[in-house]
């Protein structure tokens, strides 16, 4: 297509009531039309600002497609000169990379996925799972397989309660925990049980993690972005964003790596307790896995009336066990209960009390160890693999289950991505995670993101080779 078409050029049609709907169909069209040639390799699109309003959608759901089309290849963005279709890309009929067997958990034939989320899925204990399974069956009654409580398996709060106490440091009792189908399930609840009037704004960290927006929006809530740096939040620019609530990552901020400083934290609760109906949504979504620091403890457990602190397996276990839940204070429990009890988004009473035997066995707690030891391993390859290429810094590293890693300036990102893609190796630009990608007080320093849990040793180094010689071409903007 000519570089100088109007977006009605692009004959997107994007019907749908939900936001996250609208989003996937915007993606889709924009896939088709680069695959389909009617995008030519390098060919402008229009600004986010003016696509927005030509679809009658929002401007921050139209970043979020173009940086996740930027993270898989399709696009480039350079500033000053917007985004283009990247080069080698346009009027392919078949989705890069080219097919081969697949290695990744998505299964979507990449030779290296440093896409991060899962955690090593060979390494679930399938035999004491199933082991805790068979004990659930056996000793479930009658009436406990009926219809169950909204606020959970009493058996897996208490343990949880008791967990979470002992290990994070969590001031909280069984009848505070409420059982969700993961945190993203349990955040888009929350969302839509406090927060779906559209008259509060939620803050959230920038760069972090796109698909609580995606939640937050999906269930009417207005979207703030507050700048994160090596200490976490920027608390004081908080302050001034008008927001109700704020959603952090403060134990290994996600992507960054940043721990929440004990300055930070101190500021953070004075903010929540500075005006009634403020509150704090604690993501605490890989905590226990650390490698070169102490342990450090929740801010539910400093606030507990002030912060809804939520987990899940998924790091832990599996993504696909669908377990999570929230520490919800007192005064939210009632609203929490009833849109858990009106949209049965529960799971299985099996999975819930398994996971409270893992817990009361203490298995858990091993399984816990076993992994940090397992991920440190792997974490260690990475850095030494890593250190090979000049002009690169590495974030974010004495925890969790990803790495940041900072690409010299000048480094085009987006050519990056797409030339690694083309060799079968998927790496997250930095850029998808972020949320005011123009804001000019907001630098857009290129990095991308490294999920390592979830890959053997073999494909870690692989992977890592074809960042170093990707990054040895020029791959300037």
């Not at 993961?182 to 993690?209: C, K, S």
């Not at 952090?248 to 930070?264: D, K």
């Not at 079968?424 to 005011?436: F, K």
């Amino acid at each position: 297509m000519s570089k100088n078409r109007t977006t009605s050029d692009l004959l997107l049609e994007l019907d749908g009531r939900h936001e996250r709907s609208r989003r996937e169909r915007l993606l889709g069209a924009l896939r088709d039309g680069i695959r389909s040639g009617r995008l030519d390799a390098g060919a402008a699109l229009p600004s986010t600002r003016s696509l927005a309003a030509d679809l009658g959608l929002s401007r921050g759901l139209v970043v979020d497609a173009y940086d996740q089309l930027v993270a898989e290849g399709y696009l480039v963005s350079r500033q000053g000169s917007g985004t283009r279709v990247a080069d080698g890309i346009g009027g392919r009929v078949s989705r890069p990379p080219p097919p081969s067997p697949p290695s990744s958990p998505s299964g979507r034939g990449w030779r290296v996925d440093f896409e991060p989320g899962n955690p090593d899925l060979a390494a679930f204990p399938r035999s004491r799972w199933a082991s805790a399974i068979r004990a659930a069956a056996a000793e479930l009654t009658d009436a406990e397989l009926a219809y169950r409580d909204a606020e959970g398996d009493e058996a897996l709060r208490i343990e949880l309660a008791d967990y979470l106490g002992r290990v994070r440091g969590a001031d909280c009792r069984a009848e505070d925990v409420r059982i969700v189908g993961g945190f993203t399930n349990g955040l888009g609840l929350l969302g839509r049980a406090l927060w779906a009037d559209g008259n509060t704004t939620v803050a959230v960290e920038d760069p972090g993690p796109y698909v609580q927006r995606d939640n937050l929006r999906a269930a009417g809530a207005g979207i703030t972005p507050v700048r994160v740096d090596t200490e976490g939040v920027l608390v004081d620019r908080l302050s001034g964003s008008g927001a109700d609530v704020v959603i952090v990552t403060p134990a290994h901020q996600y992507p960054t790596g940043a721990v929440l400083s004990p300055a930070r934290r101190a500021e953070l609760i004075d903010w929540a307790v500075a005006s009634p109906g403020r509150l704090i949504v604690e993501d605490d979504y890989d905590a226990e896995f650390r490698y070169d620091r102490s342990p450090i403890g929740s801010v539910q457990g400093l606030a507990p009336d002030r912060v809804v602190m939520g987990g899940s397996v998924s790091k832990s276990l599996l993504p696909s066990l669908g377990i999570g839940w929230l520490v919800v204070p007192p005064g939210l429990a009632e609203p929490v209960t009833d849109r858990i009890r009106t949209e049965h988004l529960r799971p299985s009473i099996f999975d819930q009390r398994a996971l409270a035997r893992l817990l009361s066995t203490g298995r858990y707690d091993r399984h816990i160890r076993t992994m940090r030891a397992a991920y440190q391993a792997k974490r260690d390859l990475l850095l030494e693999a890593l250190a090979a290429i000049d002009g690169i810094e590495v974030a974010g590293v004495s925890a969790g289950l990803q790495v940041l890693v900072w690409l010299p300036d000048g480094v085009d990102v987006g050519a990056v991505v797409a030339r690694a893609a083309a060799d079968g190796v998927r790496i997250p630009d930095l850029a998808r995670y972020r949320v005011a990608t123009d804001d000019p007080s907001h630098p857009a320093r290129p990095g991308v993101v490294i999920g390592y849990a979830h890959l053997t040793s073999a494909q870690i180094a692989d992977g890592v080779d074809v960042i170093g010689a990707v990054l040895a071409t020029d791959v300037t903007g």
